[in-house]
Protein backbone atom coordinates (compact mmCIF):
# COMPACT_ATOMS: atom_id res chain seq x y z
CA UNK A 1 0.00 0.00 0.00
CA UNK A 2 1.68 2.93 -1.25
CA UNK A 3 0.27 6.82 0.16
CA UNK A 4 0.17 9.52 -2.25
CA UNK A 5 0.24 12.92 -1.43
CA UNK A 6 -0.66 15.62 -3.76
CA UNK A 7 1.35 19.01 -2.38
CA UNK A 8 -0.66 21.38 -4.50
CA UNK A 9 -4.01 20.04 -2.69
CA UNK A 10 -2.31 19.23 0.82
CA UNK A 11 -4.16 16.08 0.18
CA UNK A 12 -3.38 12.36 0.39
CA UNK A 13 -4.98 9.42 -0.51
CA UNK A 14 -4.02 5.29 -0.43
CA UNK A 15 -3.06 3.49 -3.44
CA UNK A 16 -3.01 -0.19 -3.33
CA UNK A 17 -2.56 -2.15 -6.64
CA UNK A 18 -3.70 0.49 -8.52
CA UNK A 19 -3.16 3.30 -11.20
CA UNK A 20 -2.60 6.57 -9.27
CA UNK A 21 -5.39 8.16 -11.24
CA UNK A 22 -8.07 5.33 -10.47
CA UNK A 23 -6.98 5.30 -6.86
CA UNK A 24 -7.79 8.44 -6.37
CA UNK A 25 -10.93 8.96 -8.37
CA UNK A 26 -11.99 5.46 -5.94
CA UNK A 27 -10.93 7.96 -2.92
CA UNK A 28 -13.86 10.29 -3.91
CA UNK A 29 -10.98 12.97 -5.49
CA UNK A 30 -11.37 14.89 -8.99
CA UNK A 31 -8.55 13.41 -10.55
CA UNK A 32 -8.80 14.40 -14.01
CA UNK A 33 -8.38 11.93 -16.23
CA UNK A 34 -10.24 11.00 -20.12
CA UNK A 35 -9.73 7.47 -21.71
CA UNK A 36 -8.28 5.79 -18.95
CA UNK A 37 -5.88 3.83 -21.42
CA UNK A 38 -2.87 6.36 -21.68
CA UNK A 39 -4.35 7.87 -24.93
CA UNK A 40 -5.28 11.44 -24.26
CA UNK A 41 -2.96 13.17 -21.74
CA UNK A 42 -5.38 14.44 -19.23
CA UNK A 43 -4.51 12.22 -16.44
CA UNK A 44 -0.89 13.66 -16.17
CA UNK A 45 0.66 14.63 -12.93
CA UNK A 46 4.38 16.14 -11.83
CA UNK A 47 6.31 13.28 -9.81
CA UNK A 48 8.12 15.19 -6.84
CA UNK A 49 9.41 12.45 -5.08
CA UNK A 50 8.97 8.61 -5.83
CA UNK A 51 8.84 6.33 -7.86
CA UNK A 52 6.71 5.00 -10.21
CA UNK A 53 6.24 2.38 -13.64
CA UNK A 54 3.81 2.15 -16.67
CA UNK A 55 1.28 -0.58 -16.71
CA UNK A 56 1.01 0.36 -20.00
CA UNK A 57 4.43 0.06 -21.54
CA UNK A 58 5.18 3.09 -23.72
CA UNK A 59 1.71 4.85 -23.37
CA UNK A 60 1.40 6.90 -26.83
CA UNK A 61 -0.23 10.21 -24.84
CA UNK A 62 3.24 10.92 -23.14
CA UNK A 63 6.59 12.82 -24.86
CA UNK A 64 10.24 13.09 -24.68
CA UNK A 65 9.61 16.54 -22.77
CA UNK A 66 6.97 14.89 -20.66
CA UNK A 67 9.60 12.92 -19.36
CA UNK A 68 12.48 14.87 -18.89
CA UNK A 69 10.01 17.39 -17.04
CA UNK A 70 8.95 14.08 -14.56
CA UNK A 71 5.21 13.92 -16.02
CA UNK A 72 3.74 11.01 -16.14
CA UNK A 73 0.04 9.89 -16.81
CA UNK A 74 -2.01 9.15 -13.67
CA UNK A 75 -4.33 6.41 -15.57
CA UNK A 76 -1.28 4.43 -16.24
CA UNK A 77 1.42 4.93 -13.60
CA UNK A 78 1.57 2.45 -10.16
CA UNK A 79 3.69 3.73 -7.54
CA UNK A 80 6.68 1.89 -6.23
CA UNK A 81 6.33 3.06 -2.60
CA UNK A 82 4.96 6.86 -1.16
CA UNK A 83 4.78 9.37 -3.72
CA UNK A 84 4.67 12.87 -3.79
CA UNK A 85 2.74 14.45 -6.93
CA UNK A 86 1.28 18.12 -8.48
CA UNK A 87 -1.46 18.02 -10.21
CA UNK A 88 -4.43 20.48 -10.55
CA UNK A 89 -7.78 18.56 -9.19
CA UNK A 90 -11.45 19.78 -10.03
CA UNK A 91 -14.57 19.35 -9.00
CA UNK A 92 -15.88 17.86 -12.17
CA UNK A 93 -13.92 15.06 -12.13
CA UNK A 94 -15.02 13.46 -8.85
CA UNK A 95 -17.26 10.09 -10.08
CA UNK A 96 -21.48 10.06 -8.38
CA UNK A 97 -20.95 6.43 -8.27
CA UNK A 98 -16.83 5.76 -6.93
CA UNK A 99 -15.87 2.66 -9.34
CA UNK A 100 -14.58 -0.60 -8.39
CA UNK A 101 -13.14 -3.68 -8.99
CA UNK A 102 -15.94 -6.55 -9.67
CA UNK A 103 -15.91 -9.72 -11.71
CA UNK A 104 -19.39 -9.86 -14.28
CA UNK A 105 -20.75 -13.13 -15.77
CA UNK A 106 -21.10 -13.13 -19.62
CA UNK A 107 -25.21 -14.23 -19.79
CA UNK A 108 -25.98 -13.12 -23.34
CA UNK A 109 -24.39 -12.30 -26.22
CA UNK A 110 -26.60 -10.72 -29.39
CA UNK A 111 -25.60 -9.37 -32.74
CA UNK A 112 -26.88 -5.82 -33.43
CA UNK A 113 -24.99 -5.70 -37.27
CA UNK A 114 -22.34 -7.62 -39.26
CA UNK A 115 -19.57 -6.33 -36.71
CA UNK A 116 -21.27 -4.81 -33.23
CA UNK A 117 -22.30 -7.13 -30.92
CA UNK A 118 -24.07 -6.72 -27.28
CA UNK A 119 -22.64 -8.69 -24.62
CA UNK A 120 -24.56 -8.58 -21.05
CA UNK A 121 -22.70 -9.32 -18.47
CA UNK A 122 -24.15 -9.78 -14.67
CA UNK A 123 -21.78 -8.48 -11.80
CA UNK A 124 -20.56 -10.30 -8.62
CA UNK A 125 -21.75 -6.92 -6.75
CA UNK A 126 -23.91 -4.65 -7.64
CA UNK A 127 -21.96 -1.10 -9.54
CA UNK A 128 -24.62 1.48 -9.94
CA UNK A 129 -23.51 4.14 -12.89
CA UNK A 130 -24.81 6.95 -14.68
CA UNK A 131 -26.06 6.88 -18.34
CA UNK A 132 -23.29 7.44 -20.80
CA UNK A 133 -20.19 6.19 -18.55
CA UNK A 134 -18.01 3.24 -19.22
CA UNK A 135 -15.73 0.75 -17.94
CA UNK A 136 -12.50 -0.49 -17.86
CA UNK A 137 -13.17 -5.00 -18.96
CA UNK A 138 -10.02 -6.90 -18.53
CA UNK A 139 -10.61 -10.06 -21.51
CA UNK A 140 -8.32 -13.35 -20.25
CA UNK A 141 -5.21 -13.03 -21.80
CA UNK A 142 -5.52 -9.51 -22.83
CA UNK A 143 -2.95 -6.99 -21.50
CA UNK A 144 -4.11 -3.73 -19.78
CA UNK A 145 -7.95 -2.87 -19.31
CA UNK A 146 -9.81 -2.01 -22.31
CA UNK A 147 -12.37 0.99 -22.39
CA UNK A 148 -16.23 0.19 -23.45
CA UNK A 149 -19.00 2.14 -22.72
CA UNK A 150 -22.63 0.47 -21.58
CA UNK A 151 -25.53 0.79 -23.21
CA UNK A 152 -28.15 -0.13 -20.77
CA UNK A 153 -28.96 2.09 -17.49
CA UNK A 154 -27.23 1.59 -14.59
CA UNK A 155 -29.39 3.18 -11.72
CA UNK A 156 -29.21 -1.12 -10.05
CA UNK A 157 -25.94 -1.19 -11.20
CA UNK A 158 -27.13 -5.17 -11.25
CA UNK A 159 -25.86 -5.29 -15.14
CA UNK A 160 -23.31 -3.96 -17.51
CA UNK A 161 -24.14 -3.99 -21.16
CA UNK A 162 -21.74 -3.42 -23.75
CA UNK A 163 -22.25 -3.15 -27.56
CA UNK A 164 -18.63 -3.65 -29.41
CA UNK A 165 -17.43 -3.25 -32.35
CA UNK A 166 -14.97 -6.12 -33.84
CA UNK A 167 -11.94 -4.59 -34.56
CA UNK A 168 -10.32 -6.90 -37.25
CA UNK A 169 -7.69 -8.56 -35.50
CA UNK A 170 -7.97 -6.63 -32.43
CA UNK A 171 -6.48 -8.13 -29.30
CA UNK A 172 -9.15 -7.17 -26.97
CA UNK A 173 -12.46 -7.68 -28.87
CA UNK A 174 -11.16 -10.90 -30.56
CA UNK A 175 -10.92 -12.26 -27.17
CA UNK A 176 -14.41 -10.97 -26.23
CA UNK A 177 -16.02 -12.15 -29.76
CA UNK A 178 -14.26 -15.34 -29.96
CA UNK A 179 -13.10 -16.43 -26.50
CA UNK A 180 -15.65 -15.61 -24.37
CA UNK A 181 -18.72 -18.17 -23.69
CA UNK A 182 -21.94 -17.28 -22.48
CA UNK A 183 -21.47 -18.30 -18.39
CA UNK A 184 -17.94 -17.44 -18.04
CA UNK A 185 -16.36 -14.32 -16.38
CA UNK A 186 -14.03 -11.99 -16.51
CA UNK A 187 -12.64 -8.48 -14.46
CA UNK A 188 -14.34 -4.70 -14.69
CA UNK A 189 -13.57 -1.82 -13.30
CA UNK A 190 -15.52 1.50 -13.01
CA UNK A 191 -17.71 3.63 -13.41
CA UNK A 192 -15.54 6.22 -15.25
CA UNK A 193 -16.06 9.01 -17.67
CA UNK A 194 -17.66 12.71 -17.36
CA UNK A 195 -19.70 12.09 -20.96
CA UNK A 196 -22.56 11.13 -18.44
CA UNK A 197 -26.70 12.45 -18.89
CA UNK A 198 -26.80 15.47 -17.27
CA UNK A 199 -30.34 16.00 -16.22
CA UNK A 200 -30.67 18.99 -14.91
CA UNK A 201 -29.67 20.22 -17.74
CA UNK A 202 -33.26 22.43 -19.37
CA UNK A 203 -32.51 21.48 -22.80
CA UNK A 204 -33.56 18.98 -25.61
CA UNK A 205 -30.71 16.28 -26.50
CA UNK A 206 -29.14 16.00 -29.41
CA UNK A 207 -27.15 12.11 -29.60
CA UNK A 208 -24.25 11.87 -31.91
CA UNK A 209 -23.04 8.30 -32.72
CA UNK A 210 -20.54 6.93 -35.30
CA UNK A 211 -19.51 3.24 -35.45
CA UNK A 212 -18.88 1.58 -32.24
CA UNK A 213 -19.89 5.31 -30.46
CA UNK A 214 -23.51 3.31 -30.81
CA UNK A 215 -23.72 2.33 -27.15
CA UNK A 216 -22.78 5.42 -24.45
CA UNK A 217 -25.69 7.30 -26.85
CA UNK A 218 -28.19 4.22 -26.41
CA UNK A 219 -27.71 4.19 -23.01
CA UNK A 220 -28.27 8.44 -22.62
CA UNK A 221 -31.47 8.14 -25.01
CA UNK A 222 -32.84 5.38 -22.59
CA UNK A 223 -31.93 7.22 -19.48
CA UNK A 224 -33.09 10.64 -21.23
CA UNK A 225 -36.83 9.31 -22.05
CA UNK A 226 -37.09 7.51 -18.76
CA UNK A 227 -35.68 10.81 -16.84
CA UNK A 228 -38.97 12.76 -14.72
CA UNK A 229 -36.81 15.62 -15.44
CA UNK A 230 -36.44 15.30 -18.90
CA UNK A 231 -40.22 14.30 -19.68
CA UNK A 232 -40.76 17.45 -21.82
CA UNK A 233 -37.58 17.06 -24.16
CA UNK A 234 -37.28 16.01 -27.36
CA UNK A 235 -34.72 13.41 -28.11
CA UNK A 236 -32.80 13.43 -31.33
CA UNK A 237 -30.39 10.53 -31.89
CA UNK A 238 -28.32 10.70 -35.59
CA UNK A 239 -26.52 7.66 -35.83
CA UNK A 240 -23.99 7.45 -38.76
CA UNK A 241 -22.02 4.67 -40.22
CA UNK A 242 -20.58 4.15 -43.89
CA UNK A 243 -22.90 1.66 -45.19
CA UNK A 244 -26.60 0.37 -45.26
CA UNK A 245 -25.28 -2.56 -43.23
CA UNK A 246 -23.69 -0.81 -40.82
CA UNK A 247 -26.97 1.17 -39.67
CA UNK A 248 -28.57 0.50 -36.65
CA UNK A 249 -30.29 1.61 -33.21
CA UNK A 250 -33.80 2.36 -34.33
CA UNK A 251 -34.75 -0.64 -32.91
CA UNK A 252 -33.66 -0.14 -29.57
CA UNK A 253 -35.25 3.71 -29.87
CA UNK A 254 -38.44 2.27 -30.43
CA UNK A 255 -38.73 0.43 -27.90
CA UNK A 256 -38.87 3.68 -25.88
CA UNK A 257 -42.04 5.74 -24.64
CA UNK A 258 -42.94 8.87 -26.86
CA UNK A 259 -40.70 7.49 -29.80
CA UNK A 260 -42.25 8.98 -33.21
CA UNK A 261 -43.38 11.77 -30.87
CA UNK A 262 -40.70 13.47 -28.62
CA UNK A 263 -37.49 10.94 -29.84
CA UNK A 264 -36.24 10.59 -33.18
CA UNK A 265 -33.83 8.54 -34.61
CA UNK A 266 -32.17 9.66 -37.87
CA UNK A 267 -29.43 7.53 -39.82
CA UNK A 268 -26.49 8.53 -42.03
CA UNK A 269 -24.84 6.43 -44.55
CA UNK A 270 -20.85 8.21 -45.57
CA UNK A 271 -20.43 5.96 -48.64
CA UNK A 272 -23.64 6.90 -50.72
CA UNK A 273 -22.07 5.68 -53.62
CA UNK A 274 -20.59 1.79 -52.63
CA UNK A 275 -22.79 -0.57 -54.53
CA UNK A 276 -24.47 -1.97 -51.23
CA UNK A 277 -26.19 1.44 -50.76
CA UNK A 278 -28.26 1.24 -54.19
CA UNK A 279 -31.99 2.62 -52.69
CA UNK A 280 -30.77 4.24 -49.54
CA UNK A 281 -33.44 6.92 -48.91
CA UNK A 282 -32.02 8.57 -45.15
CA UNK A 283 -29.50 10.68 -44.91
CA UNK A 284 -26.08 10.90 -46.60
CA UNK A 285 -22.34 12.44 -45.45
CA UNK A 286 -20.73 12.30 -42.01
CA UNK A 287 -22.74 12.39 -38.44
CA UNK A 288 -21.50 16.40 -38.28
CA UNK A 289 -22.37 17.38 -41.21
CA UNK A 290 -25.90 15.76 -40.79
CA UNK A 291 -26.51 17.26 -37.72
CA UNK A 292 -25.63 20.66 -39.06
CA UNK A 293 -27.85 20.67 -42.20
CA UNK A 294 -31.09 19.93 -40.15
CA UNK A 295 -30.17 21.99 -36.74
CA UNK A 296 -28.32 24.52 -38.04
CA UNK A 297 -28.51 27.59 -36.16
CA UNK A 298 -30.56 25.75 -33.04
CA UNK A 299 -27.44 23.27 -32.72
CA UNK A 300 -26.97 26.05 -29.26
CA UNK A 301 -30.15 24.81 -27.90
CA UNK A 302 -29.52 21.18 -27.46
CA UNK A 303 -27.47 19.57 -24.93
CA UNK A 304 -25.26 17.27 -27.13
CA UNK A 305 -23.65 14.09 -26.51
CA UNK A 306 -21.25 12.21 -28.76
CA UNK A 307 -18.93 9.12 -28.94
CA UNK A 308 -16.77 7.70 -31.71
CA UNK A 309 -13.67 7.82 -33.03
CA UNK A 310 -11.26 10.18 -32.42
CA UNK A 311 -11.65 12.11 -35.86
CA UNK A 312 -15.36 11.99 -35.86
CA UNK A 313 -15.65 13.82 -32.15
CA UNK A 314 -12.97 15.75 -33.14
CA UNK A 315 -15.00 16.95 -36.14
CA UNK A 316 -18.19 17.35 -34.41
CA UNK A 317 -16.72 19.45 -31.69
CA UNK A 318 -15.38 22.01 -35.06
CA UNK A 319 -18.96 22.21 -35.96
CA UNK A 320 -20.68 22.58 -32.77
CA UNK A 321 -17.87 25.38 -31.68
CA UNK A 322 -18.89 27.17 -35.16
CA UNK A 323 -22.38 27.09 -34.40
CA UNK A 324 -21.68 28.62 -31.13
CA UNK A 325 -22.92 25.69 -28.90
CA UNK A 326 -20.71 26.71 -25.26
CA UNK A 327 -18.55 23.89 -23.88
CA UNK A 328 -20.35 23.31 -20.90
CA UNK A 329 -23.27 21.71 -23.33
CA UNK A 330 -21.01 19.51 -25.24
CA UNK A 331 -20.50 15.52 -23.35
CA UNK A 332 -18.03 13.57 -25.51
CA UNK A 333 -15.57 10.06 -25.44
CA UNK A 334 -13.32 9.83 -28.17
CA UNK A 335 -13.08 5.83 -28.75
CA UNK A 336 -9.47 5.54 -29.06
C1 LIG B 1 -13.72 5.90 -23.18
C2 LIG B 1 -13.79 4.85 -24.25
C3 LIG B 1 -14.99 4.18 -24.47
C4 LIG B 1 -15.06 3.20 -25.47
N1 LIG B 1 -16.26 2.58 -25.68
C5 LIG B 1 -16.36 1.66 -26.67
C6 LIG B 1 -17.63 1.01 -26.93
O1 LIG B 1 -18.64 1.27 -26.27
N2 LIG B 1 -17.68 0.11 -27.95
C7 LIG B 1 -16.58 -0.19 -28.70
O2 LIG B 1 -16.68 -1.04 -29.61
N3 LIG B 1 -15.38 0.40 -28.46
C8 LIG B 1 -15.24 1.29 -27.47
N4 LIG B 1 -14.01 1.88 -27.23
C9 LIG B 1 -12.83 1.42 -28.01
C10 LIG B 1 -12.19 0.19 -27.33
O3 LIG B 1 -11.71 0.52 -26.05
C11 LIG B 1 -10.98 -0.42 -28.08
O4 LIG B 1 -10.05 0.57 -28.41
C12 LIG B 1 -11.36 -1.14 -29.34
O5 LIG B 1 -12.36 -2.11 -29.08
C13 LIG B 1 -10.15 -1.83 -29.95
O6 LIG B 1 -9.72 -2.88 -29.13
P1 LIG B 1 -8.83 -4.09 -29.66
O7 LIG B 1 -7.90 -4.46 -28.55
O8 LIG B 1 -9.68 -5.17 -30.19
O9 LIG B 1 -8.03 -3.51 -30.88
P2 LIG B 1 -6.48 -3.26 -31.01
O10 LIG B 1 -6.30 -2.69 -32.40
O11 LIG B 1 -5.70 -4.49 -30.67
O12 LIG B 1 -6.19 -2.17 -29.89
C14 LIG B 1 -6.43 -0.82 -30.16
C15 LIG B 1 -6.65 0.01 -28.93
O13 LIG B 1 -6.52 -0.71 -27.72
C16 LIG B 1 -5.96 0.12 -26.71
N5 LIG B 1 -4.78 -0.54 -26.12
C17 LIG B 1 -3.80 -1.23 -26.75
N6 LIG B 1 -2.94 -1.73 -25.83
C18 LIG B 1 -3.37 -1.36 -24.61
C19 LIG B 1 -2.94 -1.56 -23.27
N7 LIG B 1 -1.84 -2.28 -22.99
N8 LIG B 1 -3.65 -1.02 -22.27
C20 LIG B 1 -4.77 -0.31 -22.53
N9 LIG B 1 -5.24 -0.08 -23.79
C21 LIG B 1 -4.55 -0.59 -24.80
C22 LIG B 1 -5.61 1.42 -27.34
O14 LIG B 1 -6.54 2.41 -27.00
C23 LIG B 1 -5.65 1.14 -28.82
O15 LIG B 1 -6.07 2.25 -29.56
C24 LIG B 1 -13.91 2.87 -26.25
C25 LIG B 1 -12.71 3.54 -26.00
C26 LIG B 1 -12.64 4.52 -25.03
C27 LIG B 1 -11.33 5.21 -24.79
S1 LIG C 1 -6.83 9.42 -19.07
FE1 LIG C 1 -4.75 8.93 -18.97
S2 LIG C 1 -4.10 9.19 -21.00
FE2 LIG C 1 -6.24 9.47 -21.13
Known sequence: MAKITITNGGIEFECADDTIARAATRAGLGFPYECNVGECGNCRFELIEGEVSYVRQNPPAITERDAQ??????????????????????????????????????????????????????????????????????PPGVDGGRAYSMCNTGETGAEWHFQIRRVPNGV????????LAVGESMG?????????????????????????????????????????????????????????????GQTMLQELAGYGERIHYHAAISMPDDPSAAGWAGETGFV????????????????????GPPLMAQAVTKMLIKAKVPAGQMHFDQFY
Open 288 to 307: HDVAEKMFGEHLSEFEVYFA
Open 69 to 138: RKRYLGCQAQPHGDCTIKVPLRDAYKSKHLPKKVQGELIAAIDVTHDIREFRFRLSQPAPFLAGQYALLS
Open 188 to 248: FDGPYGMAYLREEAPRDILCLAGGSGLSPMVSIARAAAASEALKGRSIHFIYGGRTPRDVC
Open 172 to 179: ATTAIFDR
